[in-house]
């Protein structure tokens, strides 16, 4: 018998129940005892729904106020000094999260970092060289207790001790040797006493996320691997363990696992399914093998056929009693259910499955592999059907799109001169040494949103808010004329979101209303969903960009997202390579900039913010998709004349690893963050003699700060060290969007002016 399992639930609840309660607990309009009882309320609704649905192994320890890592970072007492004088507990735990300021106190919060290749964000554990580890059970003890007593048995999930050591960071200052693996033979005895634990509670299965399996790891953590198993797997005999592998193939690291006695392991077989093979080869027979059939990260259905086919093969050689079925990760990056959709198409709809339809899916799974077809027959007739119609749907293929596709050559990928020739075309621009610009939106204040929100509730009609619109894009540009930007920009305030503004405009995507997914904390976001074959029935920007530039003689930037920012920051189709929907973008988005170029716009920007976070996460897969991300940046960007001023934006912070895909981009202009990590990252524009202009983020808008001429200069001058100055812009780090109008009124004064002034000591 194959078991239905789940490694994790999306811990919002139906209608972000729990974003609103810690929202309010912060605010103080709930009290602890509110929290507490409300959250217990969502995790036994959750347990309830995965246990009616069928599902065997259910998780537990997959909730967080916050997020699982900083919730081990408790558990363990890896609490880093600067918070050790609060009140333990809630005020501790989220002051790690958020920082905390109040009477006295002030203090910032940890590090958050992206999860692996995903938008979910984790708060960094910070661990010294004699770091003490004290174990607090509680949260992962109450849990397993609390689904117990409403009957219902789970399986725990932590985060194994190699994963969860990897992901931390050494506290600043600390010895440049200091490596937190270091660490693990000190913690390992806490990790058992927590099995023990569990085990003296009741558990017989624990999930142990292991998650670093599927990067490259170095030969000698095997070692490592191999004593903190041999450790954990003796605890309990009653207690067995699951390996959970997710986001990769787990490739040669196998050999970790192989030699330790666990009892289960589970792989992605929707990112790797190629690893299947391999691993049936390799599984030791003592071992359990969890198929990771249903996608975790996306809102399709399953395709049923395909997944018993390959859960079969599984069978065929390890037999039905060391075969689990389950996501092919945590659901925790999936919305909640597709039952709260009622603006979605019904056609569309029907190919949609959010985490609790992804539950009976592998339920249904499970059942025809146990007992055959009898039971759920209306269940795969139904799956069928869908699943052939969206194979077919016309909606989704679009004959003039894929004629264009092929349609595509060479010369669509480069710009017709190198950069030195356009550079001395676009002096018809005629801008200044040190050109200043911004990066593209300026604030979206309140009233900006109430103004659009009127408008969807159909409170004022489109001329009204076109006319709100414009007056704003006037007054920011009269305010950037009055300090002396050199590039305007028109400043975003008819966009919502710099990828759902186009998502809307372009034929190929739908939005859900209610498909929220945790980005970080109490933040979630609702990813536009592309279905089919994208394309741009109209302009899109064009008109508010034209009337923008008849305001002003100076040159106005046109902006828009680039296809690889649009493709990251959406649910994508998976029944074609993300490739292919990526140059389908970049096509619709290069028409966007003819059009722009036609309409007399000379400086157009396409920003990739998310380039880098699209890489995969094996080093030898990168190649292949940095040359298909800079392939569809290229055809995007190069339909112009050469006195056409490109620009991209880019907003992360190590660029050493990817500057020579940056360089083949050759963007006319790139603009990025850099102010919040020093300039040393510079150094990548400097060794690799980066030859187009850049414009290094002169101050940092993630903060009101305003900050000072004084400041300005040096960091101007700093930059100046390592990049010649006739490639120099001077630019914010990032669009002025969450800022208020106040901070950004002054900092960029003090900006501009500090420009001038770098000009009249050139001039003379
Ligand atoms: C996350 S990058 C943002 C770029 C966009 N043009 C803006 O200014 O908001
Ligand atoms: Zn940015």
Redo the contacts with the bound molecule.
Sequence with gaps: MVISTNLGFPRMGANRELKRLVENFWSGKVDENALLSGSKKIREEHWSLQKKAGLEHIPSNDFSFYDQVVDHSYAFGVIPARYKNLHPGLETYFAMCRGLQKAEVDVPACEMKKWFDTNYHYIVPEFEPNQQFTLNPAKILDEFKEAKDIGIQTRPVILGPISYLLLGKPIRGAPHEFEPIQLLSKLLPLYEELLSKLAGAGATWIQVDEPFLVTDLSSNLKKEYSSAYNALTKVSPQLKILIATYFERIGTNIDFVINTPISAIHIDLVRAPGQLETILKSIPSTVSLSLGLINGRNIWKANFDAALTTAQKAIDTLGSERVFIAPSCSLLHTPHSVQAEKKIDPEILDWLSFATEKIKEIVTISKVLNDGNQSVQSEIDANRKSVQNRKTSPRIHNAVVQEKMKTLNPDMFKRKLPFRERQKQQQKLGLPSFPTT????FPQTKEVRAVRAKLKKGEIDQAGYDDFVNKEIEKCIRFQEKIGIDVL?HG?FE?ND?VEFFGENLEGYVFSGNGWVQSYGSRCIKPPIIFGDVFRPKPMTVDVIKYAQSLTKKPLKG?L?GPV?MLQWSFVRDDQPRKDTTFQLALAIREEVHDLEAAGISVI?I?E??IREGLPLRKEDWNEYLNWAVDAFLLSSTGVDSSTQIHT???YSDFNDIIESIQRMDADVITI?NSRSDLKLLNAFEKHEYTNEIGPGLYDIHSPRVPSKEELKARLQEILKYISKDLIWVNPD????TRGWAEVESALKNMTDVAKEFRSIEAK
């Design positions: 911004t990066v593209g939106s920009v975003e966009r710099m902006m997202t920012t920007q920003d913010p998310a934006h880019m907003c963050e990032c669009g002025l969007k």
